[in-house]
């Protein structure tokens, strides 16, 4: 039970450069978050999927898109990489959305953009 | 202004002290409120949640809410090396509880 796993780890861009974050979770839960965190500062959503099929904004979802592929995985796009989007992001995973479920969250993907 | 202020320290304590990590909030609709753990590079782990007002307590650690003063504390007891993290706050409402608000944590130093 590997628990949410996050693909890679570690990535520099260059700004105007695409890439996509990959997000699995073995858990068997209904719902699934992107979150970005800034030095010094707590979690921010970006997006979130209540269910499979479903995807919603959340506090910042500008520059990025989103995909729930299917129950376990759901992954975060950054079309045009921006130096603003240099950041830790977490994914994380719940039951459900509309109970307060523990998050799960993954180890995080640490993205520099030049 | 933010709907989730935590005081930002750092904090650093000897061991065995009690410490006191508190969180202020604006949104009256919040009714979860939830303490979360991250050490240095990983992703954060729910410590404890509590509904409403009250204390909820699990071993060391200590979970209060005042909803009349909108603010939450989390207390640990007899602290070790290994309590040394950042601490988050986070809170939600009844509808669409799953999605948080965070606050910006509080870094947690135990010094041996």
Not at chain 1, 32 to 37: D, F, G, I, P, V
Not at chain 2, 3 to 11: H, W
Not at chain 2, 84 to 103: I, P, R
Request: proline share 5%; charged share 20%.
């Amino acid at each position: 039970n590997a628990g949410v796993t996050q693909t890679p780890k570690f990535q520099v861009l260059k700004t105007g450069q695409s890439m996509t974050l990959q997000c699995a979770q073995d858990m068997n839960h209904n719902s699934m978050y992107w979150y970005r965190q800034d030095p010094g500062m707590g979690l921010r959503l970006i997006y979130y999927s209540a269910s499979e099929g479903t995807t919603d904004k959340g506090e910042v979802p500008n520059g990025y898109n989103v995909s729930r592929l299917n129950k376990r995985e759901f992954s975060l796009r950054l079309e045009s990489a921006a130096p603003s989007q240099t950041s830790v992001y977490f994914c994380a995973s719940s039951e459900r959305l509309n109970l307060p479920d523990t998050q799960y969250f993954g180890p995080g993907t640490r993205l520099t953009v030049l | 202004q933010k709907e989730v202020e935590q005081d930002p320290g750092p904090l650093s304590v000897p061991e065995g002290a009690i410490v006191s990590l508190n969180c202020t909030y604006s949104n009256s609709a919040f009714q979860y409120f939830m303490w979360y753990r991250q050490y240095s590079r990983k992703g954060p782990e729910l410590l404890m949640y509590t509904y409403s007002s009250g204390n909820k307590e699990d071993g060391r650690f200590t979970a209060q809410v005042d909803k009349s003063s909108k603010y939450i504390s989390l207390f640990i007891r007899d602290s070790q090396p290994s309590d040394s993290a950042t601490y988050l706050c986070a809170m939600s409402g009844n509808t669409n509880a799953g999605k948080s608000t965070f606050g910006d944590g509080t870094t947690l130093t135990v010094k041996p």
